[in-house]
């Protein structure tokens, strides 16, 4: 089992980063998933969510309106399309997937995100 994250990287405040997450071992279609950030000296968020129906996600104040998750089952990877960067949404984001019914939890190792001129 494995979420492998990817998409991280140094972009102007304003700009645009997608992130993405694949999957091996398991199928996203019987997990909520979701993406997490920890910025430097704080706690980790929950900055996106998604259903295992795939249909209703929900977002942190912060990100709402900027940010978009996504699932693509066919790939079995999930995004975080981000817009509107702002230097504030720098940090470390991890995405999740949970299953509490059978006790799983599975995280990627986290990718760097920088918006910074």
């Known amino acids: 089992v494995q979420l492998v994250e990817s998409g991280g990287g140094l972009v102007q405040p304003g700009g645009s980063l997608r992130l993405s997450c694949a999957a091996s071992?398991?199928?996203?279609?019987?997990?909520?998933t979701n993406w997490f950030r920890q910025a430097p000296g704080k706690e980790r968020e929950l900055v996106a969510a998604?259903?295992?129906?795939?249909?209703?996600?929900n977002y942190a104040d912060s990100v709402k309106g900027r940010f978009t998750i996504s699932i693509d089952n066919v790939r079995n990877t999930m995004y975080l399309q981000m817009n509107s960067l702002k230097p504030e949404d720098t940090a470390v984001y991890y995405c999740?997937?949970?299953?509490?019914?059978?006790?799983?939890?599975?995280w990627g190792q986290g990718t760097q995100v920088t918006v910074s001129s």
């Open positions: 999740n997937a949970r299953w509490l019914l059978v006790r799983a939890d599975y």
């Open positions: 071992g398991f199928t996203f279609s019987n997990y909520n």
């Open positions: 998604i259903g295992r129906d795939g249909g209703s996600a």
